[in-house]
């Protein structure tokens, strides 16, 4: 059974660092693995997938890369800013998708 | 941008009851989803959509809860008999067949349901 761990749990970063959130998962026969943001009592906004055949994504400030052999990706933020302040969910799975619990992350102003 | 809706955005109700919660799905998607996500815990998969039947379910998703596609439009989840466990938000998500990144999955903002 597909296990997803995320850490750390929770960060708290001055604005404008550059930070790297962790994500790990059990079974490296993933399909694909997505990241999300959730925002306190809101649905999930999709922010990168990597299809298993890919190494990272990149979308704007975001870069996300995938490690199928050690069942490792990170979320790189660059310039953090307090709007990203939100809870990110990685996610790994074909159809139903198995998520960690997530990163809360605050930047400070 | 097309996005996938809920309805509705907050629903009580009593032990013992039938909800119906409802989705509008991204259209020309082919892939339908529901997840629940109880306070403090992870997002968990119930059930996955496709071609008007069921393709994949989680061991949550027992003989209380079903799913339906009535109109072509609308994506729904039935709880038949509500129990004071099944409190959480409920995601309906869809999928594109094709496209640039089709498996990606785009997730509705959720229906809070809370069973008194």
């Known amino acids: 059974k597909q296990e997803v761990t995320q850490i750390p749990a929770a960060l708290s970063v001055p604005e404008g660092e550059n930070l790297v959130l962790n994500c790990s998962f059990t079974?490296?026969?993933?399909?694909?693995l997505q990241w999300f943001r959730q925002d306190p009592g809101k649905g999930l906004t999709s922010l990168l997938l990597?299809?298993?055949?890919?190494r990272e994504q990149t979308s704007g400030r975001l870069n996300a890369s995938l490690d199928k052999s050690s069942g490792r990706s990170t979320l790189y933020i660059a310039a953090s800013q307090p709007g990203d302040s939100a809870t990110y969910l990685c996610a790994v799975g074909d159809h139903g998708l198995t998520f960690g619990k997530g990163t809360h992350l605050i930047i400070q102003p | 941008e097309p996005e996938v809706t809920q309805t509705p955005s907050h629903q009580v109700t009593q032990m013992g009851q039938e909800v119906i919660l409802r989705c509008v799905p991204i259209?020309?998607?082919?892939?339908f989803y529901w997840y629940r996500q109880i306070l403090g815990q992870k997002v968990e998969f119930l059930v996955s959509?496709?071609?008007?039947?069921?393709?994949?379910k989680s061991e949550i998703f027992d003989d209380q809860f079903s799913v339906e596609r009535p109109d072509g439009s609308n994506f729904t989840l039935k709880i038949r008999s509500t129990k004071l466990e099944d409190s959480a938000m409920y995601f309906c998500a869809s999928r594109p067949l094709t496209s640039a990144s089709y498996n990606e999955q785009f997730f509705g903002p959720g229906t809070r349901l809370t069973v008194l």
């Open positions: 959509f496709y071609n008007n039947e069921i393709s994949e």
């Open positions: 990597i299809q298993s055949s890919q």
């Open positions: 259209s020309n998607h082919l892939y």
């Open positions: 079974d490296s026969a993933i399909y694909n």
